[in-house]
């Protein structure tokens, strides 16, 4: 090798130091020694490594250019520049060609540079980074799962689909879902009606005169109102009957009223608990069997769940924000709606459901559906041309109002909560002792008079309610 070429080789490898290695800080040295090398060769990706032979060679070569790249600063050092995750051998060749050594070359990403950024992004974090197999490893502990998946985005900028994650999520991952379920139902309907029946006959009975409208309008209700009485079965809440005779004519006049008023209120507050990431299900209501014909006529039976259903899914993004997918319904049977086919009678649902995403911290609400659904009816009946007399046209007309309306709220509140003691838990039946034969027989109780001593129910138990509590007015 000439002194020219030397030169020229070794400006080339100081041109490609300065543009791939910025700074001396980031060079390493392999050295080969008696003919084999200490080690085997890391080389980060796009940066530099010098391997120093204790022989001259004369001859390099790289199995696989693409992995890394070299050239010749003199005949005892190699410059080595990694190019892609791989492994790869340099071989060096001796003066008389034979061989000195293969050095094996391991290029891994540049973990180096990645743990820099990932302490300027996720400062704090417990996050330990290794290469393995021309991929990173992630291991140690987050605080929440937001964070993660920020450094496994980085990572994918440093190792493409070579990321193996084996971090794990602190601090508290179950969440506590509490969800108030409030409808309200009103309801009022009002009729008026007014018939008249009229029954007469002249010459000899040969001509003969029978009128009745609305209710009374057959015979048989004409009858029954002449002869004063009012309607067997009637919706209406009172009923009133005038009747008189004019010559040869019955007159029967029966007015019918009604006003009906009526309020619903449903509440229902289930409380759900699940791990960040799971699904939990809740249904408080019951199944209703639906027969289902199948072939060859014959009939199997399916259940369909009504009441009020819970479906969520949480995720604990980050410190206290909580991230709900979530799906409730409220159902409810309506036989108003119902069929009958083949002997089977089968009623109708009523169903208000909703499914949304949202976000929240801990212990805030959500108002995540509101319904207001307001059903107006208003009917007149009359008798043609009769009933568009003023004041007189009264007797030949009905009218009937009816409205309902129905609201819906549903309003949900995330917690995060961690497990406790048993113990300390009170349940609704641990204050309900059954009474002894003395006090059920001479005493006539039904439990026992006997507050628990331990656990929750002892704490509320021992707990004093007596004496004033409350507001109090003083006037």
Not at 170 to 178: A, E, F, Y
């Amino acid at each position: 090798m000439t002194c020219t070429n030397l030169i020229k080789v070794v400006v080339a490898s100081f041109a490609i130091s300065m543009a791939v290695a910025p700074t001396a800080s980031h060079a390493e040295t392999l050295r080969v020694m008696r003919g084999s090398p200490s080690t085997a060769l890391n080389v980060p990706m796009n940066r530099a490594v010098v391997v120093e032979s204790d022989t001259p060679f004369t001859e390099l070569s790289i199995a696989n250019p693409g992995i890394a790249d070299i050239s010749s600063l003199s005949d005892r050092t190699i410059y080595v520049l990694g190019k892609e995750p791989g492994r790869t051998t340099l071989t060096l060749l001796g003066g008389d060609g034979r061989l000195i050594t293969n050095v094996e070359v391991h290029v891994t990403p540049d973990i180096a540079e990645f743990k820099e950024r990932l302490e300027q992004i996720l400062p704090g974090e417990n996050i330990e980074v290794r290469t393995a197999d021309n991929g990173i490893v992630l291991s140690g502990t987050v605080s929440s799962i937001a964070r993660l998946d920020r450094a496994m985005e980085l990572a994918q900028r440093y190792a493409p689909d070579r990321v193996s994650n084996l971090m794990s999520v602190g601090g508290t991952q179950q969440v506590m879902l509490k969800v108030r379920f409030a409808e309200m139902q009103r309801s009022v309907s009002k009729s008026l009606s007014s018939s008249i029946a009229l029954q007469g006959s002249t010459l000899g009975n040969n001509l003969g005169l029978q009128v009745g409208t609305n209710s009374t309008n057959n015979s048989g209700a004409i009858t029954s109102t002449l002869n004063g009485a009012t309607p067997a079965s009637n919706d209406a809440n009172g009923a009133f009957l005038f009747g008189f005779n004019a010559g040869g004519v019955e007159v029967g006049i029966l007015l019918e009223a009604l006003e009906a008023r009526g309020v619903v209120r449903t509440l229902a507050e289930p409380n759900l608990t699940a791990l960040s990431g799971q699904e939990a299900k809740f249904l408080a209501g019951g199944e209703y069997p639906i027969p289902v014909s199948q072939d060859g006529g014959a009939i199997t039976i399916e259940y369909k769940p009504f009441g009020v259903e819970l479906n969520f899914t949480p995720r604990v993004i980050d410190n206290d924000v909580i991230n709900l997918e979530l799906s409730a319904a409220v159902s409810s049977l309506d036989t108003s709606n119902g069929f009958t086919a083949n002997g089977f009678t089968v009623d109708a649902f009523k169903r208000r459901e909703t499914s949304t995403t949202v976000e929240m911290r801990d212990g805030e609400s959500f108002a995540i559906a509101g319904l207001l659904q307001d059903d107006f009816m208003d009917l007149s009946g009359q008798v043609p041309w009769v009933g568009d007399i003023p004041i007189l046209g009264s007797l030949f007309r009905s009218a009937e109002y009816s409205r309902k309306q129905t609201e819906l709220v549903i309003i949900v509140t995330p917690h995060l909560v961690t497990p406790t003691r048993g113990e300390v838990l009170a349940l609704p039946t641990d204050r309900v002792q059954p009474p002894t034969e003395r006090d059920l027989f001479l005493f006539g109780r039904v439990t026992a008079d006997k507050a628990p001593k331990s656990g929750g129910a002892g704490e509320v138990a021992r707990q004093d309610f007596s004496g004033s509590y409350g507001y109090v007015l003083d006037d």
